[in-house]
C-alpha cells in the first residue's frame, strides 16, 4: 500500500535525519539503464484542453459504436473497429486526417464522466478532484470534504519509485499554453503522497525545456559518465549542504527550524540525484536543436508563430523521451492557439461550437501528432517509442460545458497492456439527463446519456504505467482521486441527480469506479 | 494560478449554506465559549504580561516578493539600463519558483519544496549568468578588479567582506570566508565568479531569512542581532533587503538605541516610502477581508437571475475597487478608525455599474468630492457589494452570515458534519416565503440552531440587499423561467448575539453595524490578523498578549488610527526578540 499514515512533521524529521547520517555515496548515483532492460521503458503522455463545448457532431464519427459488446455497471456497452467516417475521409471533423496513419494505434472512447458535476474541471483531467477553479461555495465545500488531497496521476507517476526507479533527468514536463495552468498538481513534499498537493507552475518556454533535459549539467549523450559541468554542479550542491549542515548545528536553532532545515535539505538531496545523473547511449537519441532564444508562449504571435513554437515544444519533448531523460509529458492547449476572438471559456459559455472545434483539431493536429509522429520509431524489439507509451488526447469538457462523456482519444498501448483500434461507447443509452450548463442563451439545453466513470481511466493508465492498485489506492477511496457524486441541486434542471428519486444517475456504476476500462485492457 | 485552492479551502466555511441534520451540538459549548472569549478580550483589551516570552517563531524562507525584490536590490551599483534587463530576463526564470500560498496571509509561506530548490537554481544560474556575460556587468557587481571570470585573492576578499555580505545581509564570518574562498579554488577558471554567485544565491544564508545570532536575555528568549533587526524591519515593511542606510545603522549600533530605531523606523514609514506603507496595507486589507472571494455575479445566468437583474450587471473588478478606496480613504486620506468603516455611509463606487446598483453618481476619486449613500439604505463596510454579492437569483443569508462571522469578527465556525456536507441543498423555492423564512425553516431544529443561531441573525440582518447588493425593502420570487410568483416584504430584525453577553436587537442593517463596531469585536480580529500578518505565525494569547495590547490600542485607542497598526507594529517590544525552544 502506498497508502502512509506518517505525518507530514514525521516524515520530514526522518528523511532529515537521514540526511545528516548518511553520506551521498557514488555508487548509489543513478543510471539509466533502458536500452539494458527487457521489459521496455513505458512512457505517459497527456495532451488536453479546458472548458470545451462541442457539437458531438464534430467529435464523433459519422458511424456509431454500435455493436453492443458486453453489460457493464448494469447496462449494455458498445464498440467497433475505428475507422474513417466514409464522407469526411478522416475519423470526424475534429480527429481529421492527421491521425489516419495511426488509426491501428488509436481508441476513441465515449461515455466517460467525471463524478462531479461541474464545469471547470482542469484539475480532474488529470485525476484531481479536490481543488477546482471557481465554483460555488456548495460544490467547492463538497469537493473539499469528499476528496483527498492527492496529486494529478503524472505526478503520482513522477515521484513513484515502481515507475522510477532510478531519478530521472526529469521527472515530468508540464507544457502549457499559457491560457490556464492547471492540470498538474504535484505533492507538497514529493514522494510523500499525504503531504497535500501544490499547483505546479507550468513550463511555459521551450529553452527551459531543453537546458534541463539536455543543457550545461545534463548528462552527456555519447558518455556514460557525468560530465564536468554536472560534477560541478554536485559539488556546488554539496557546498551548499554544507552550509545548511552549519546552520543546523549551529547557535539558536529550535527543534522546529531542524525540522525545517532538514526538509530544505532533503530537498537540496534530490536536485543534486538529478543534476548528476547519467545516461546511458541510446540508439534513437538526438540532441534537439538548441533554441536560438528565449522565447516564451507569450512571444506567439509577436516574436514566433505558433505552428514552429509547437514544433519546438514537441521536438525537445520528443528527444527527451527517446533519450531517455523523462518519462513523462503534459501539455495543455488553450489560447495561445484558438481561432476566433474570445477564448475557449467564453465559448464554451457560449456554444460557440466552431472555434471550440478549430482550436481542438488545431491542437491535435500540431501538438499531439506531431508527438505521435515523432515517438513512433523503432525502440527495439518491433515496438515503437509509441507503441511502448500510452497518449491521451482530450478536453475536460464534452458537448456541455461540464465533464461529461469528456472526449478522450488514446495512442499507443503501453507496451501491449492496451488493446488499439477501438471505438468504444460506455454511454448507458436510453438515459436522457439534462445537463445543460445554460438554460437560456444562445447556447442550447443538452441532454446527454451517463457513462461510466471517468477514474476508471485514471486507474488503467497507472496500471498501464506499471503499478498496482497496491501502490495508488488508499483506504476507502476508490478510483485513484475517489468517486463521490457531486452535482448541481436537482431543483436546477441541469443536475445528473433525479429530481424525482434524488438519485444519481451514476450510482450504479460507483462501486466499478476502480477498476480497469472494460473492453480495452488486454487480458 | 494557485490562488483558487486556497478559495476553496476557505470555501469550506461558506459551504454552511445549510445544516438540516444534526451534529452542531457537540460543538455549541466550545464555540460559544471560545468566541466569548474572543469578544471580552476584545472589549477588555488583551491580557499583558510584561514578562511573558514571546511566541516561538521558526526560520522562514524569503517569500517569493522578498526573494524578487531582494535580487533586484542586490543589482544596487549597476547602470539602469542592465537592471531594467537583467530584471526582465529574470521573468521566466522567477516564474518556475511556486506561487505562495499562506493559511491566511501568502506572504507566510514558508514550505520549501523540490519546485522551489529547482526554481531557485534555475534563477541563480540565470542571474549569474547575466553578471557574468559582460565585463562592465561583472566588474559593477564583483567589483572594479573582477574580469568575468575570476578575481584574485585581493579582488575576492573585498567581494566577501563587501558585496557577499549584502548577499546574506550581514557580515560574514571569518569561517565563512574560508570556506567560500576554498569553493571559489574549486570551480573551474573558466567561470569562477559564475560557480560563486550561483552557490552564494542557493545557500541557506540567502534563501532563509536566518535568525541564529541573537543575545540571550532571558530563559529561551533572544533579543535579535542588529543585523536581523534591520532585516525584520527591512522585509516587513519593504518586502526587501535593507538598504544602505539601514545596514548601516545595524553595523554602527544605532539602530539598537532607541533614538536610532525610531529614526529608522520614522524614515522607513514615510516620505518615498510611504507607497510601500499603503501597498503593505493593501496586502493585509486583501487577505483580511477575502478579495478573493467576492464573487462573480452573474457566471451562471439563469433565466431567474436575468430576471432578477432587470437588465443591472456588475464585476467583480468594480466590488473589489470600492473595497480598496474605502480602506484606502479611511486609513491613509484621513484619520479614520475601525468604527469609520464599520460605520460609513460614503459611497467609494467610481465604476458605473457599482455607483448605478447604489444609486448614486460615480466617485471621481477626489477626497473632497465625497457621495453619500441615499439616507438610510446603507452604512458601513459590511453593506458594500462585495459582501453582498452572490452569484445566483437568491440571496444567501447563511453565507453572509458565516463570511462576516469567520472574516470579520475571527469567531470559530466549526466545518459541517461529512454527513452534512454530502447533502447540501439550498432550501427549496416557496412563492409564499422570504429566503429569510426558506433557511429559517431549514434550520430550524435545535440542534442545527446549536450552529445556526450565531450564522443565521448576521446574514438576515442584511436581507434588506438582494444578491445583486441593491437596497430592497421587498423581495421579489422568481421560479427558474424567470416569471415572477410574488413580492414578499423582507424582514431585517434580528437578535445578532455579536458577542453572546449582548442581546440587543437590531432593527435593519444600519442598527446592525453600529451593534458589531460597538462589540469591539471587529478590533480585536483585526489585531489579530494583523499580529498574524507581520509575524508570520498565529499570536498566542498569552505570550502575545502585550503585543497584541499595543496593536489594538493603536488601533482603537483614544488616538488609535487605522494607518497606526500599519506603522507601529514594530515598536512592540516583541518584534525584536525571539523565542528559541
Known sequence: MFYNPKSRRQFLVGSGKAFLALPVLESLLPRWASAQTSTPERRFIAVWLPLGGFNALDLYPTYAADVPTALYSNHTIYQTALRLSPALGAISKIYSAALNPYLAKLNLIEGLDCPIGFNHGENTFLGHYRYLRGGDSVRGGQMLAMYPDVASIDQFLAYSKKFYPQIPVRRSVNGTSGFLAAGRMGLLIPGDPNSGSTQLSPDRTPHKIFDDLFGPGTPALTSSGPSASQLQSKTLIDQVLGDLKAVRSGRLISGADKVKLDSFATEMQELQQKLIATSAVLPMCSKPTTPTDNLTIDDIGSNMDRTTFYDLYTSIIAAGIKCGRTKIATMTGGNNIESGSGNLHSWGHDGKTDDVANTMRWTLENVFVPLLRKLDVDEGGGKTYLDNSLMIFGNDNSKIHKSWSRPILTAGSAGGFLKTGNYVDYRQRGVLTKLAYYGTGNFPAHEMYPGILYNQLLVTALQAMGLTPADYDRPGILGYSGAALIDNDPTSGTSGINLATGVHAHTHCLADAGKLLPLLVKA | ?581
Open chain 2, 1 to 581: 494560478m494557485k490562488r483558487f485552492m486556497l478559495n476553496l479551502q476557505i470555501l469550506t466555511a461558506l459551504t454552511l449554506l445549510v445544516l438540516p441534520f444534526q451534529n452542531c451540538a457537540p460543538y455549541r459549548a466550545k464555540v460559544m465559549q471560545e468566541n466569548d472569549q474572543s469578544s471580552v478580550q476584545s472589549r477588555a483589551s488583551f491580557q499583558c504580561d510584561s514578562n511573558a516570552a514571546p511566541s516561538e517563531n521558526t526560520q522562514r524562507r524569503l517569500n517569493k516578493v522578498e526573494y524578487r525584490n531582494t535580487l533586484v536590490a542586490l543589482l544596487k551599483g549597476l547602470s539602469a539600463a542592465d537592471v531594467s534587463a537583467i530584471t526582465a530576463s529574470l521573468t521566466e526564470p522567477l516564474s518556475s519558483i511556486p506561487e505562495d500560498i499562506g493559511v491566511k496571509f501568502d506572504r507566510s509561506d514558508s514550505q520549501i519544496s523540490q519546485p522551489h530548490v529547482v526554481g531557485y537554481l534555475y534563477v541563480a544560474q540565470s542571474y549569474a549568468k547575466l553578471l557574468t556575460t559582460s565585463l562592465p556587468r561583472a566588474q559593477a557587481f564583483f567589483g572594479a578588479c573582477a574580469t568575468q571570470t575570476n578575481m584574485d585573492d585581493t579582488c575576492l576578499t573585498r567581494f566577501l567582506t563587501d558585496k557577499a555580505a549584502r548577499i546574506y545581509r550581514r557580515p560574514l564570518t571569518s569561517a565563512e570566508v574560508a570556506t567560500l574562498k576554498a569553493d571559489y579554488a574549486s570551480y573551474s577558471v573558466d567561470d569562477r565568479n559564475y560557480w560563486l554567485l550561483t552557490r552564494m544565491l542557493m545557500s541557506v544564508n540567502f534563501l532563509l531569512h536566518l535568525e541564529n545570532k541573537g543575545s540571550l536575555i532571558a530563559v529561551e528568549v533572544y533579543a535579535i542581532s542588529p543585523y536581523e533587526l534591520a532585516n525584520r524591519l527591512s522585509y516587513y515593511l519593504l518586502q526587501t533587503m535593507p538598504d544602505q542606510e539601514l545596514y548601516a545603522a545595524a553595523a554602527d549600533g544605532t539602530l539598537q538605541t532607541e533614538i536610532g530605531f525610531q529614526r529608522q523606523l520614522v524614515r522607513l514609514t514615510s516620505g518615498t516610502f510611504a507607497p510601500k506603507i499603503q501597498s503593505l496595507a493593501g496586502e493585509f486589507y486583501s487577505a483580511w477581508l477575502g478579495f478573493d472571494q467576492v464573487p462573480y455575479p452573474g457566471a451562471n445566468p439563469t433565466a431567474a437571475y436575468m430576471a432578477m437583474a432587470a437588465g443591472e450587471s456588475l464585476s467583480r473588478e468594480s466590488m473589489v475597487r470600492e473595497i480598496k478606496n474605502l480602506t484606502d480613504y479611511y486609513t491613509f486620506q484621513t484619520s479614520g478608525t475601525v468604527d469609520d468603516l464599520l460605520t460609513s455611509d460614503i459611497s467609494f463606487a467610481q465604476d458605473r455599474d457599482l455607483a448605478g446598483i447604489y444609486k448614486v453618481a460615480p466617485w471621481n476619486g477626489d477626497p473632497t468630492n465625497l457621495i453619500k449613500f441615499p439616507k438610510g439604505e446603507r452604512t458601513g463596510l459590511l453593506t458594500r457589494a462585495a459582501f453582498l454579492a452572490t452569484p445566483s437569483a437568491q440571496t444567501n443569508p447563511v453565507m453572509r452570515g458565516v463570511t462576516i462571522r469567520r472574516n470579520i469578527l475571527c469567531d470559530e465556525i466549526p466545518p459541517p458534519p461529512d454527513s452534512v456536507m454530502q447533502q447540501l441543498r439550498t432550501p427549496d423555492l416557496d412563492r409564499s416565503m422570504t429566503t429569510r423564512e426558506r433557511y429559517a425553516a431549514k434550520t430550524g431544529s435545535a440542534f442545527c440552531m446549536s450552529c445556526h443561531s450565531q450564522i443565521n441573525p448576521v446574514g438576515f440582518a442584511l436581507e434588506g440587499f438582494d444578491s445583486l447588493g441593491r437596497y430592497r425593502t421587498t423581495e421579489k420570487i422568481f421560479d427558474s423561467d424567470g416569471t415572477l410568483l410574488n413580492s414578499l416584504s423582507v424582514n431585517t430584525s434580528v437578535q445578532p448575539n455579536i458577542t453572546t453577553a449582548d442581546s440587543t436587537n437590531s432593527s435593519d442593517a444600519e442598527h446592525f453595524n453600529i451593534l458589531v463596531a460597538e462589540s469591539g469585536k471587529v478590533q480585536a480580529c483585526m489585531v489579530k490578523q494583523y499580529f498574524q500578518f507581520t509575524f508570520a505565525r498565529e499570536p498566542d494569547l498569552a505570550a502575545d498578549g502585550c503585543t497584541l495590547q499595543n496593536m489594538l490600542d493603536d488601533v482603537a485607542g483614544p488616538s488609535g488610527s487605522l494607518k497606526k497598526l500599519f506603522t507601529n507594529a514594530p515598536q512592540s517590544k516583541n518584534f525584536r526578540l525571539r523565542h528559541v525552544h
